[in-house]
């Protein structure tokens, strides 16, 4: 029997937790498994009966490699490497309603091995349990709403009131982000709320966690609009409540946008799946590896 040797620890060799580390990269299971049999086949055949877990790893990334699997490779490096690191990951990813940032949330934590996903919108509806509608109006309407403004002085009342919303979230984001780093938590916080400049200061950070942000952006409207009828399904929000409001919305990610291009954060254009997770995954592997 093969055993596998991590630090002071020894386990038997398993092809379905290997399978299984191996898929999260986006392979197919029934890949995953032929790559496995082969370098299982190979310590037979050299009558190896104990094998360390760091060359395990280039195994996997060597025959990735022979098939032409090179960002496959790196994914499955990436993994294994944000697992062991000393400070926590933050990826935060925004954009206005319906741009895809929790699917996009999703795939990255399975790809990465990131099993705490937070939308901000959670984070809201804790801190309306906390502030009554008298105390905050604005954590009581949909960020493309527009809330009620007591002053006339206001030019542009949708964006005030998401920016009243967008402050007070963000506290409860910093709260995260902040425990996060107290207990080494690695995790994916997405939402409408994540705006680039409100009003966390991630340079005070830096030096505590590794925090990636991105915000994802549909530029045509039919595919934005095509999105809410996408999620309908399986789900209790209709489509009709948010297209009757693409203008709302469609005015939220041009501020969104033009407040991440004012502060250098990477804006995705969200039209391709497997480009959208390519990007980010290469984004943070350069950081990273």
Same mark, same amino acid.
């Given at each position: 029997?093969?055993?596998?040797?991590?630090?002071?620890? =020894?386990? #038997?060799?398993?092809?379905?937790?290997?399978?299984?580390?191996?898929?999260?990269?986006?392979?197919?299971?029934?890949?995953?498994?032929?790559?496995?049999?082969?370098?299982?086949?190979?310590?037979?055949? $050299?009558?190896?009966?104990?094998?360390? +877990?760091?060359?395990?790893?280039?195994?996997?990334?060597?025959?990735? !490699?022979?098939?032409?699997?090179?960002?496959?490779?790196?994914?499955?490096?990436?993994?294994?490497? %944000?697992?062991?690191?000393?400070?926590?990951?933050?990826?935060?990813?925004?954009?206005?309603? &319906?741009?895809?940032?929790?699917?996009?949330?999703?795939?990255? &934590?399975?790809?990465?091995?990131?099993?705490? %996903?937070? &939308?901000?919108?959670?984070?809201? !509806?804790?801190?309306?349990?906390?502030?009554?509608?008298?105390?905050? #109006?604005?954590?009581?309407? +949909?960020?493309?709403?527009?809330?009620?403004?007591?002053?006339?002085?206001?030019?542009?009342?949708?964006?005030? +009131?998401?920016?009243?919303?967008?402050?007070?979230?963000?506290?409860?984001? $910093?709260?995260?982000? =902040?425990?996060?780093? $107290? =207990?080494?938590?690695?995790? %994916?916080?997405?939402?409408?709320?994540?705006? #680039?400049?409100?009003?966390?200061?991630?340079?005070?950070?830096?030096?505590?966690?590794?925090?990636?942000?991105?915000?994802?952006?549909? #530029?045509?409207?039919?595919?934005?609009?095509?999105?809410?009828?996408?999620? =309908?399904?399986?789900?209790?929000?209709?489509?009709?409540?948010?297209?009757?409001?693409?203008?709302?919305?469609?005015?939220?990610?041009?501020?969104?946008?033009?407040?991440?291009?004012?502060?250098?954060?990477?804006?995705?254009?969200?039209?391709?799946?497997?480009?959208?997770?390519?990007?980010?995954?290469?984004?943070?592997?350069?950081? %990273?590896?």
């Amino acid at each position: 029997m093969i055993t596998v040797v991590k630090e002071d620890n =020894e386990y #038997p060799f398993s092809k379905g937790i290997m399978a299984r580390s191996i898929s999260k990269t986006g392979l197919s299971v029934e890949t995953a498994y032929t790559i496995v049999n082969k370098i299982h086949q190979k310590l037979q055949d $050299k009558d190896i009966q104990k094998v360390k +877990s760091n060359t395990l790893v280039e195994m996997i990334s060597e025959e990735l !490699e022979s098939r032409d699997m090179t960002l496959t490779s790196k994914y499955f490096k990436l993994h294994r490497k %944000i697992r062991k690191l000393e400070k926590p990951v933050f990826i935060l990813i925004g954009g206005s309603t &319906g741009t895809g940032k929790s699917t996009i949330s999703m795939a990255l &934590g399975h790809r990465l091995g990131i099993n705490r %996903i937070i &939308g901000t919108d959670t984070i809201r !509806e804790i801190m309306r349990t906390i502030l009554s509608p008298e105390l905050e #109006p604005a954590l009581y309407n +949909s960020s493309f709403q527009i809330g009620k403004i007591k002053t006339t002085f206001v030019h542009n009342k949708l964006i005030y +009131s998401f920016e009243q919303q967008v402050r007070l979230v963000s506290e409860g984001v $910093k709260s995260v982000l =902040e425990r996060g780093i $107290k =207990e080494g938590l690695t995790l %994916i916080v997405n939402g409408v709320h994540i705006v #680039p400049g409100f009003p966390l200061n991630y340079k005070q950070y830096k030096d505590k966690c590794y925090i990636f942000e991105y915000i994802l952006d549909v #530029p045509d409207i039919e595919k934005h609009m095509q999105n809410f009828h996408t999620r =309908e399904e399986g789900s209790l929000r209709p489509a009709q409540r948010y297209t009757e409001k693409i203008t709302n919305i469609r005015n939220i990610q041009n501020y969104i946008n033009s407040q991440a291009e004012d502060r250098n954060v990477k804006i995705i254009k969200n039209e391709n799946f497997q480009d959208t997770i390519e990007t980010i995954l290469n984004d943070i592997s350069k950081t %990273i590896q």
